[in-house]
């Protein structure tokens, strides 16, 4: 097949999967079937393209020309290449663990629940190709009005007032940040497209470039940056699966690869830092990159830790951006599959435990490790992926991130970038040792009124305390953690994906 | 002096203002629609001194004429014939309303049926 | 038969009226406007398609040449707006919704119709005729049946609302004719064209100016431009659903256009923005309106006020767009009349829809309708995301046209306060979504027929299709810029 025919699929697959799954909800099996399929499907074509980014092949899609020398152009690269790797490879994980998790529930609206998923896969996969600035802002606002239905899954009060504080800041931020810098820069240079070395060279000049580039950061909330964080915990009120596919692979990263792409290809690094325009971009990242550490330190509910820990593995990524150096690029593009990787762990394992025991909250969770041990196992190795030790993919990314720092002569971001290591493991951690060293306050009298022992009496010793998540939410997050250690080994072909990028 | 030699457009000022200020000031919405009547009125005067020219006859050629003689200019007068089925047409229409209006509420009072309103939503 | 066309648009509604009254069957009647508006929306793309292959098309009313005979004249901007007014009437007409929500007595439809197709007609004559005083008997065939039909509401309050609309509208209307009076008293003359040619050298004139303010001062009462919008609000509240849909979505716009047309046809943009400096006193006022508007749409309880006032905010859009005076703030002001036609049009639409289903047009009355009634809902939603400005709307284009006129003027202040307003659009556009998506039902209700939200989704639907596909909406409306400005392409 031609590679533009491959990429039509590639985003006509997540839509006809959405329809799919809205026609065939009255029968789960086959709904669940649709979504499997289309899952699969969407991702051998994700992969069929990648053969042609490799090649080095120049492949470009027009659709439909909206305005005068304005299309919907869809171009592939190897920044966005990557992306759309991630987001439709981690969809597949994702959505059978979102049947586990969703039948283990018995929730509501299962049909809307996965029509959405697919839909927003659909914006994620547009951005990822998106061939010009409004392209991406197109399918950046899909993605943020299908995943509203996602958030507010529930429909109770709190629900309605998460989304209330996540549709405010992505629209906010949208609207009157990104939307303008869009403008402004069409405005200016008279075209939108993506193009190696940026447009803005020659267009801009002086204080301007600092001020749209802060449009674009502070546009783009899907990427957390500080005081624009608001909505990424408040989302959490979400069903994990929603939070773990999206709230740490699609949305989030949809933001900072925004913050990436335009970085690259519509200022073009040499350009930044020729008029050092992005310098307080760094200590604005540096700053929310620490202070989101902290604050997870101080949370105790898993879900919330987990997103402030979000929060702050963006700001790396948007660091990496800013530095503006060959390597920080490169380390923050490499940073969105390590952390999407690790970070999705962290949350099937979150939803897991709540499938299985109803605990959100760490202080509960002293002993779960022996019930346990497959769930909280992966989870130290999704943590130390965060962490970034090898060998797990998250060393990688914050190596070439701290060459970067170094790239950029600006050693004061190693230390910010090693600080940041060192709080990652006070906010991981603990949880991981509580579940494993400390004993069950609770454990005594379950076990004293015999239901472990009931349900499973056949089975003393090691089994006989394993009371895990169902077996549809337990083998994606093994499969994830497993991820971790195998992208470790993986870090040649993504770094040789990225070195194909135009950066000059 | 000069100012006093138009003395028919203060009149059409004077005419407007006292329409104007009736549909403004009365309560009555009967009056109102006089007042928007007067309105309409002088806006008709003010076209028709327009178009009188002095010292002109009606706008006929008599028989041999010569072309020396002035009319006055019949455009305007004319054009106050559609004015005048317009205006005609929108009292109708108002004078409609205000019996529907006294059906609903009993009163043709505007005081009293902002209180109405009000009252009732 | 096909050059006298653009008479014909206007004249076959207006003997079309009197036919109802012979008919009488709600049945018949009905048919019979449904034809007559898609026979106009035919004529009026005939014409648009003949304007842009082959210029402006004057006719000669009656053989009587201009100027001293009435000239009907359409360019790119006239036809434009044609195919809009045609184009809504041929939805709304035949929608099923069209009687939901009157107060008529049994037997007496076809009046109600017949006022229909005299406001049709009346504003089809204001856009096409070149003659101003045509354009005043025109303004007030188009009042006088708008007050009929909103006085037709449901509720009493819609009598003293339409009365009170009778009395700023007849104020307008006589404004207007005594601006017109004003500059026929120093040029001689009411054609525009003609007008145009005589007004430069006496543009100093004391007379032309206060001529000139009178027009301003009688238009933007019509358009309800802020602060003169007071009589909107109420008018379509209490109108029958389907008058609002209907009148929002056609009759502030012919009203744009006529100022549009005496601004910068008769009087030019030069006198009007760089002699007389308009667009200090019109951009505050536009400001004024998108920030006073949404700003009183977040706070209404009643479904067509919330309209209403977000009418009122997108007026403030499109004179904004008029005072840039650019072609791409022109361009954007048009394209954002034919786009704010459709949505606002869809949104009165599927409003009757609900008034048809609850009674009730309250904000309350659509809660837990999401289940319910789920293409009437997603229309409102699809309608209110195209009012936010959401990407791949149209209210999208529109908004892209305007701050990159504002941009263009120099004006980044303005392009930010767009941006700004629109974002309290979604703040009360998101209040429709969580009532109706997650309240609790108050009704027992079913979907509406067929014949009510097709109508619905054939306007919601456009906005999703002309918010990709801007050929012809962007096309036609830098079209009409050009031709307003004066610019041959």
């Given amino acids: 097949m031609s590679p533009e025919s491959l990429l039509l699929w590639a985003l006509c697959l997540p839509l006809a999967g959405a329809l799919g799954v809205s026609l065939c909800g009255r029968w789960p099996n086959v709904r669940e079937a649709v979504t499997i399929i289309t899952t699969l499907s969407t991702f051998s074509c994700v992969l069929g393209i990648l053969q042609f980014v490799l090649a080095g092949q120049v492949v470009e899609l027009e659709v439909v020309e909206v305005l005068a020398g304005l299309p919907i152009a869809f171009r592939l690269e190897p920044l966005g290449m990557l992306y759309a790797l991630v987001a439709s490879g981690l969809w597949i994980p994702t959505a059978v663990y979102g049947i586990g998790y969703m039948r283990g529930h018995g929730e509501q609206n299962q049909t809307r629940f996965f029509a959405c998923f697919a839909l927003a896969i659909f914006a994620a996969l547009g951005i990822a190709f998106a061939g010009n600035l409004l392209t991406l802002f197109l399918f950046y606002e899909l993605l943020t009005f299908s995943t509203y239905p996602l958030v507010t899954h529930y429909g109770n009060d709190e629900a309605r007032k998460a989304g209330r504080v996540y549709l405010g800041n992505l629209i906010f931020t949208s609207v009157a940040f990104l939307l303008l810098a869009v403008v402004t820069t069409w405005w200016m240079t008279g075209t939108l497209d993506f193009r190696p070395g940026g447009i803005l060279a020659g267009k801009a000049e002086g204080p301007m470039v600092a001020v749209l580039l802060g449009l674009f950061a502070f546009g783009a909330g899907k990427a957390a940056l500080m005081p624009f964080h608001r909505w990424l915990p408040a989302a959490m009120v979400a069903p994990t699966p929603v939070s773990a596919l999206l709230h740490a692979v699609a949305i989030v990263k949809a933001g900072v690869f925004t913050v990436l792409k335009v970085v690259v290809y519509i200022f073009g690094i040499d350009f930044l830092t020729e008029q050092g325009a992005s310098l307080w971009l760094m200590y604005a990242a540096a700053f929310t990159l620490l202070s989101a550490s902290v604050i997870a330190l101080t949370k105790t509910n898993l879900k919330a830790r987990l997103a402030y820990s979000t929060i702050s593995q963006l700001a790396y990524i948007v660091l990496g951006a800013a530095l503006a150096t060959t390597a920080g690029v490169t380390g923050a593009a490499l940073h969105i599959p390590m952390h999407a990787m690790g970070k999705i762990t962290l949350f099937f394992c979150a939803g897991a435990i709540y499938v299985a025991t109803h605990k959100k909250d760490i202080r509960e969770m002293d002993g779960i490790g022996r019930r346990m041990p497959f769930t909280m196992g992966a989870f130290l190795v999704g943590s130390l992926s965060i962490i970034g030790l090898p060998p797990m993919g998250g060393a990688w990314s914050k190596w070439f991130l701290a060459m970067g720092a170094a790239e950029a002569h600006m050693p004061i971001f190693i230390g910010v970038l090693m600080l940041s290591s060192l709080l990652s493991i006070g906010y991981l951690m603990p949880i991981v040792a509580r579940a494993f060293f400390c004993k069950a306050a609770d454990a005594e009298p379950e076990a004293a009124s015999g239901d472990a022992t009931e349900s499973h009496p056949e089975k003393p010793g090691f089994w006989g305390a394993v009371n895990e998540a169902p077996a549809l939410c337990v083998i994606p997050l093994c499969a994830t953690a497993l991820g971790t250690v195998a992208l470790f080994f993986c870090v040649p072909f993504f770094k040789g994906l990225l070195d194909l990028m135009v950066l000059r | ?121 | 038969m096909s050059e006298h066309l653009s008479a014909l648009i206007v004249v076959l509604p207006l003997l079309a009226a009197p036919v109802c009254l012979l008919l009488r069957q709600t049945r018949m009647v009905r048919a019979w406007t449904s034809i007559v508006a898609w026979a106009c929306l035919c004529m009026a793309l005939t014409l648009l398609e003949r304007v842009h292959t082959g210029g402006v098309i004057t006719y000669a009313m009656g053989g009587w040449d201009p100027p001293l005979g009435i000239e009907y004249r359409l360019d790119a901007l006239n036809a434009y707006l044609l195919v809009i007014v045609t184009a809504i009437a041929s939805v709304v007409f035949p929608s099923g919704v069209i009687l939901t929500d009157t107060s008529l007595p049994e037997g007496k439809a076809h009046l109600y119709f017949a006022a229909l197709l005299l406001c049709l007609a009346g504003l089809l004559g204001i856009t096409s005729t070149g003659d101003l005083f045509n354009v005043f008997v025109f303004v007030e065939i188009t009042s006088l049946s708008s007050y009929t039909l909103i006085s037709l509401g449901k509720n009493r309050q819609a009598l003293t609302a339409a009365f009170s609309y009778l009395v700023m509208g007849t104020i307008g209307g006589t404004f207007l004719l005594v601006g017109i009076g004003f500059l026929y008293q120093v040029t001689g003359t009411l054609n525009m064209n003609d007008l145009a040619l005589r007004l430069p050298e006496l543009l100093g004139s004391r007379t032309i100016l206060a001529g000139f303010a009178f027009l301003m001062v009688g238009g933007s009462i019509k358009l309800a431009v802020f602060p003169l919008h007071q009589w909107l609000p109420n008018a379509y509240t209490h109108a029958p659903a389907a008058v609002s849909a209907f009148i929002a979505a056609t009759a502030t716009k012919v009203s744009y256009y006529l100022l549009a047309r005496i601004i910068f046809t008769v009087f030019g943009a030069a006198f009007v923005f760089d002699a007389l400096h308009l667009h200090w006193l019109l951009m505050p006022l536009a400001i004024a309106a998108m920030f006073a508007g949404s700003l009183a749409a977040v706070f209404q309880t009643d479904l067509k006020r919330l309209l209403a006032y977000s009418s009122i905010a997108q007026i403030g859009y499109m004179t904004l767009g008029l005072c840039m005076a650019s072609e791409t703030g022109l361009t954007g002001g048009i394209v954002h009349l034919f786009n704010h036609a459709l949505m606002k049009g869809g949104l009165f639409l599927a409003v009757a829809c609900v008034v048809m289903r609850t009674g009730s047009s309250s904000v309350n009355a659509i809660s837990g309708l999401g289940r319910k009634m789920p293409l009437t809902m997603a229309a409102i939603v699809v309608g209110g995301l195209s009012l936010i400005g959401v990407p791949g709307t149209a209210g999208f284009i529109s908004k892209w046209y305007l701050v990159v006129g504002a941009l263009e003027r120099g004006w980044y202040a303005v392009s930010v306060l767009i941006l700004l307003s629109s974002l309290i659009a979604v703040v009360y556009v998101w209040r429709l979504v969580e009532t109706a998506f997650f309240g609790v039902p108050e009704h027992e209700v079913c979907e509406v027929p067929w014949t009510s939200w097709l109508p619905t989704w054939i306007l919601i639907g456009a906005t999703l299709v002309f918010g990709i596909w801007t050929d012809v909406t962007v096309g036609g409306a830098s079209a009409a810029a050009r031709a307003l400005l004066g610019v041959t392409p």
């Fill in chain 2, 1 to 121: 002096m000069e100012a006093l030699g138009i003395w028919n457009y203060w009149g059409v000022v004077l005419l407007m203002m006292i329409g104007l200020y009736t549909v403004i000031a009365r309560d009555h919405l009967v009056k109102k629609l006089i007042g928007l009547g007067i309105f309409q009125v002088a806006v008709i005067l003010f076209y028709v001194s327009m178009g009188k020219v002095t010292g002109g006859t009606a706008p006929i050629i008599p028989e041999g004429a010569d072309g020396s003689e002035v009319y006055s200019n019949p455009l305007p007068h004319v054009l106050m014939l559609t004015a005048i089925v317009v205006g005609v047409a929108t009292l109708a229409v108002g004078l409609a309303l205000v019996i529907r209006i006294r059906e609903a509420y009993g009163t043709v009072e505007e005081d009293e049926l902002q209180r109405q309103n009000r009252a009732g939503s």
